[in-house]
């Protein structure tokens, strides 16, 4: 779904121009001919579909710096852009006192419009992102920071519904898909938000050291008073620490190791899991009397494949954050790149994407994010293809490594010398020069030696992999990035 603007303009040629001129940069429009139409327009935005203003400072009844004013009241808040007329720049930069992110002169380019709508989407993504890292690490993110779409309307909702009470939930999920994230807003938004969220990673810690971890004197259960307790990987958690974890469910206490008397704890418990629970029931790995403990109030989080609308969001908001972090001048993603994105299945999830668009953002060398950034997507995505520059052919004056070679003294009288092949077989005609004559790569030169051994040994992969002398998941991961698809064997 394209950025809505909201264009301010009382001119009504003035207005429909802007709105052509914006609608042509990729986004969608809506107007308001007053600041009171606007203030009242804003206010209406439930849904946030309105992205960005476009104010013009001479207004007739609310003044340009009156909607200024107003914007703080409201709950959301929505970056401006305002239009002043040349001479008038006094005025503009006290709209940037007051709130404005950029200002244009009248009469604008397209150009420098587009240029300033950008930024403003940008700065605003951003400090969106600080703000959920902040409110993260106070405990205070909520349901409505979640970036979901239509098939995570339900997930949405029953996350609203778990902050509501103190029961203990359960979600479930593949790996990736935001457990984490889902059970921070569900505390952030419960009346335990602001109080301890302690997140425990049962399947990182090891087995022999987590009932001391949790329920030790100072363990993670303590600190946990009072505010939440997150369980990740609860599949993971030993047959004796279920036990002690059951107990702390149904009275509200732990006896933690080496004390003969309980602890009263009050905690919230929120647990996650990719394991299939029932499973592990059945194979005496968890307890059925905990499995019902926890399963009192279960959410199901969706596959990213199942949610491919969410992406381009998710996309937007991974690219403001990792340009920022790595100092890049990366504007955003190219349609024909974001199309395939949106086509893959992932199966690593939102975590994978995330990742997927650090790298990207990292080897940028432009602006704009493309297919050519992707090259792990674009080889598994029918249609789309990595451009690669082919490695140069030999030069006919190029060294070769056997036979008999002439070369010239400072006499210019001939000298005859003999480099024997090896195996008297003839070198393979990898350059290790490039057209410049300079010394080409390393990751040029094993490019074309996986592309040389794929070819000489017909896709075998267990072959190519022990003749490069390297793992069969270091050969897959090294063909993904050359976009070199791998066959079956």
Known sequence: MPKHVLVVDDDLVQRRILEETIRRSG???ATADT?????????????GDISLILLDLVRP??????????LRSLPRRYPAIVLTADGNIEAAMAA??????????????????????????????????????????????????????EAMARVVDLGRRAAQSSIPVLIEGESGVGKALM??????????????????NCGAMPQGEIESRLFGEGGKVIE???GTLFLDGIGELPLQAQARLLRLLEVGEIETLGDKHPIKADIRLIAATSQDLIALVREGRLREDLYYRLNVFPIWIPPLRDRLDDVPE???????????????????ISPEALAMLRRYSWPGNIRQLENAVFRAVALAEGPMLGVNEFPQVAAHVEGYRVTVPAAPAPRA??????????????????????VPSANGRDAVGIPALSEEGDIRSLEAVEADMIRLAFGRYRGRMTEIAKRLGIGRSTLYRKMREIGLEARAN
């Open 35 to 47: 600041g009171d139409k606007a203030v009242a327009t804003l206010k209406a935005d439930a849904s």
């Open 61 to 70: 009844r609310t003044g340009g710096m009156a909607v200024l004013s107003a």
């Open 27 to 29: 986004y969608a429009v």
């Open 397 to 418: 004056l190029s060294p070769r490594i056997e036979g008999s070679v002439m070369l010239g003294d400072s006499s210019n009288a001939p000298v005859t010398i003999h």
């Open 314 to 332: 998710l996309v937007r908001l991974f690219v403001s954050r990792f340009a920022a972090e790595e100092g890049k001048r990366v504007d955003g």
């Open 224 to 226: 946990a008073d009072r």
């Open 183 to 200: 059970a921070r807003a569900i505390h952030g938004e419960s009346v335990r938000g602001g109080k301890p969220f302690v997140a425990v």
């Open 96 to 149: 940037m006192g007051a709130g404005a992110v950029d200002f244009v002169v009248k009469p604008v380019s397209p150009e420098r419009l587009e240029v300033s709508i950008k930024n403003a989407l940008k700065i605003d993504a951003l400090e969106g992102e600080i703000n959920r890292m902040k409110a993260s690490a106070r405990g205070e993110l909520g349901v409505a920071d979640l970036i979901a779409g």
